[in-house]
């Protein structure tokens, strides 16, 4: 069965420190898409990167970086000199392709609260 | 222009109810979904539609009746609404035709039901 586990449930940082939220997924899919969204106190969700199955690069976007291992089937995500505005919950999901539809199955969250 | 809007965005009505949520995507994806957010921020699959055709029914309760016009439009309607109904509903689309499927999708803004 598909599932993405988010063991952090809330971590705290002061503005500046780095923080790694970790996302562990399983699945038996060969080709699979893996994500972070950010959903802010207003509640919407952000996306924010998307990772396909054949692709373990690292991604870098500004102070956001991902690590992809496949042999350790996680995909963590950190964020460096964290602020403020990066207080959110963060959700790690997997998708499963199917033949006309695509399911995105979601971790649990990480609430990441950065204190001034 | 929004690319997949909903309403209303926050609904309040007494238990035993009927409401309905609507949804609209203008991306010209194929796939619409909808998704509950409960209490504690798990985000779980409830339904998709592909092209008006029904994909995916997660065991959803059958007061919830999903219904798609077109493929621009999925609509909720909810019967006899329920004190555990209470959540926000995110409404979604992707691309999800056969060949094109990228996994990723696009989020409305959510609809925060509370019954009371």
């Known amino acids: 069965a598909q599932k993405v586990t988010q063991a952090q449930t809330e971590i705290s940082v002061v503005e500046k420190e780095d923080v790694t939220l970790d996302c562990v997924y399983e699945t038996r899919d060969t080709t699979y898409y893996l994500f972070w969204y950010k959903q802010p106190p207003s509640g919407e969700l952000v996306f924010l990167i998307r990772r396909n199955s054949f692709d373990e690069q690292n991604e870098i976007s500004g102070r956001y970086s991902w690590n992809f291992q496949k042999s350790t089937s996680s995909f963590n995500f950190t964020i460096t000199a964290s602020q403020v505005v990066d207080s959110a919950v963060y959700f790690c999901a997997l998708s499963e392709v199917n033949y006309n539809t695509d399911k995105l199955i979601f971790g649990t969250g990480t609430r990441l609260q950065v204190f001034p | 222009d929004t690319a997949v809007s909903q309403t209303p965005k926050y609904l309040v009505t007494q238990m035993g109810n009927d409401k309905s949520i609507k949804c609209e995507q203008n991306l010209g994806h194929d796939t619409m979904y909808w998704y509950k957010q409960d209490s504690k921020k798990f985000l779980k699959i409830m339904f998709s539609y592909n092209n008006k055709e029904l994909i995916i029914n997660e065991t959803v309760p059958n007061r919830f009746s999903p219904k798609s016009p077109d493929k621009a439009h999925l609509n909720l309607h909810i019967n006899s609404l329920e004190l555990g109904d209470s959540a926000v509903y995110f409404c979604?689309?992707?691309?999800?035709?056969?060949?094109?499927?990228?996994?990723?999708?696009?989020f409305g803004e959510g609809s925060r039901l509370t019954v009371l």
């Open positions: 979604a689309s992707s691309q999800g035709a056969s060949g094109s499927l990228t996994g990723e999708l696009f």
